[in-house]
């Protein structure tokens, strides 16, 4: 049991001391990525080889969470103390077990498989939240405390009050990284407010736009963090119970997160009194059946309940009925993830990342028509110019260019004319779209974009749970229609009537699935018009 910052720092010295006996170490990513292309494999191999060799005395080979260039998996990392260097490894298969072990023997690099962590998809990104990723061990605690893990938790629970707390996250201007932007502090304050003997903080992992995985990888690579962020927000609301809910899709975060909160109560840093203190907190973990509403603020919470996940109409909000009709707290894991590092260099330091109305940094999730696919931490306010050319390379197969989608089906396709666009919440919106959760798709010039707009509108269709009528019909005629544009059978009055019926669907559908469906048709047919006149047959 760890009781005070004293024992925690000693817990982290140990592991430190253990680090310093064994000089090199090989980081092997066993995010579901890399997982995918058998670096589970990899890592026993290399386990095998460095003990046949007799070097475990000099060298540790661990599992690490994502690295973020999951186009060039499996990647391995070869960590030499003795030379101060770190040697970034690409595309590793089995049978490049024999020369990185020879890097080990000799202190030397692998030319032929060396990685240029000077190319600006790694020198551009400012890691915060992902800062541990690829670094620590997410099975082992001592790894996450020997790089400075819940000493922001033992740090509030001895110096801060819960009004000192929320005051320093509203200073911060941290904003909802789930997509909506709504300022953090402000909602906790909301919940402290409320008077009640039971409270809740909710953890929205229920991530289910098509190309995003930015909470996956979080949550399998650093589990800890989220954890210590929902034990500060406990603390800030006086809240004594936390759930996070998890598709359960998402196999390898669960047992990550499972594994992570047992090791939390064995140490005393979940449960009663933490710390000596008179905070008692907990969390547990609800599996949800993958059904893309259950992101839904109210969704999640009736599925939490054990009920269908149906969205229902707000107000109330969840501040003054939430989960069990008590006041709650729903942010992303993205969100809580922020928190300890706040806590840590404080309101001023958060603020001075970013932009002034949007601090901080996002995570985005590349992927679609683009070269670097993979995890990307940025500055709010850097351009798509930068984030698609320059850290994601440029588009794939020589292609140009034609558009980008953010935010997923809740959001929107900008077009090539956007690009020195600086990245945040209220430009995106200015523009038609959203930042959303993060997902980012790249669309190349072979693409048509009312194909893209199916694309989304028959996801949305597919997810809807059926409650409104204006989601459920709406979505599946909008559906329709749009297919006779792309069979050319359209005529220029189903043009007026998409839009037409794209508002109403906007304006009349009870939740926020609904409510955002038809803004990837709203913006192609802003920015792409021309593509739905082919589609219209002649008179």
Not at 401 to 417: D, N, Y
Not at 486 to 511: F, G, H, P, R, T
Request: hydrophobic share 35%.
């Amino acid at each position: 049991m760890i009781t005070s910052i004293q024992e925690l720092q000693k817990v982290a010295e140990n592991r430190k001391c253990s680090e310093e006996n064994i000089p090199q170490e090989l980081r092997v990513c066993i995010g579901s990525s890399c997982l995918s292309q058998g670096s589970d494999a990899i890592q026993k191999d290399l386990e095998e080889a460095v003990k046949a060799k007799g070097l475990q005395n000099r060298c540790r080979v661990k599992g690490v969470g994502c690295n973020g260039l999951c186009a060039n998996g499996t990647l391995v990392s070869h960590c030499d103390s003795s030379k101060k260097e770190q040697t970034l490894y690409e595309k590793v298969t089995a049978s490049d077990i024999k020369e990185l072990v020879k890097c080990v023997e000799d202190h030397s690099v692998y030319k032929e498989k060396r990685c240029d962590t000077n190319q600006p998809f790694f020198t551009k990104q400012n890691k915060v939240v992902l800062q541990n990723a690829g670094v620590i061990d997410p099975n082992e605690i001592e790894d996450y405390i020997a790089h400075g893990g819940y000493s922001a938790l033992f740090h509030v629970l001895k110096e801060m009050s819960c009004t000192d707390v929320i005051d320093e996250v509203k200073s911060s201007g941290l904003r909802g990284r789930g997509g909506g932007g709504f300022p953090t502090g402000l909602k906790w304050e909301s919940v402290y407010k409320v008077q009640s003997d039971q409270k809740y903080i909710v953890c929205n992992g229920d991530e289910g736009d098509p190309g995003a995985f930015m909470d996956r990888a979080l949550m399998e690579a650093d589990p800890h963090k989220i954890i210590e962020g929902m034990a500060i927000a406990g603390y800030a609301c006086g809240a004594n119970m936390g759930y996070i809910y998890v598709r359960a899709e998402y196999p390898l975060a669960v047992e990550k997160l499972d594994h992570a909160i047992k090791q939390a109560k064995r140490l005393g840093l979940l449960g009663n009194k933490i710390a000596h203190s008179g905070f008692d907190f907990d969390i547990e973990i609800r599996l949800g059946g993958g059904a893309f509403v259950c992101g839904e603020a109210t969704a999640l919470i009736t599925s939490i309940e054990g009920n269908r996940g149906n969205p229902r109409q707000k107000p109330p909000h969840l501040s003054d009925y939430g989960l069990w009709g008590e006041p709650t707290i729903l942010n992303n894991v993205e969100t809580l993830a922020n928190v300890p590092t706040i806590i840590k260099k404080g309101a001023q330091w958060f603020k001075s990342v970013g932009t002034t109305a949007s601090s901080g940094t996002k995570i985005f999730a590349l992927t679609g028509h683009i070269k670097n696919t993979g995890l990307v931490e940025v500055p709010m306010g850097i351009t798509l110019r930068e984030l698609i050319y320059e850290i994601g390379g440029g588009v794939s197969d020589g292609r140009e260019l034609k558009a980008i989608q953010t935010g997923g089906p809740s959001g929107g396709c900008i077009p090539v004319e956007y690009l020195d666009l600086p990245i945040d919440y209220d430009s995106l919106k200015s523009i038609g779209t959203i930042m959303g959760s993060g997902g980012m798709i790249v669309i190349d010039d072979s693409s048509n974009m009312v194909e893209i707009a199916h694309f989304f509108m028959d996801f949305c269709k597919s997810e809807s749970c059926g409650k409104c009528t204006p989601c459920r019909v709406g979505t599946t005629q909008l559906t329709l229609l749009l297919e006779k544009f792309i069979n050319k059978e359209a005529s220029k009055a189903d043009l007026e009537l998409l839009k037409q019926m794209s508002e109403i669907v906007k304006s009349a559908s009870l939740c926020g699935l609904g409510q955002t469906a038809p803004n990837p048709v709203l913006s192609t047919v802003r920015y792409f018009e021309n593509e739905y006149l082919e589609g219209i047959k002649d008179d």
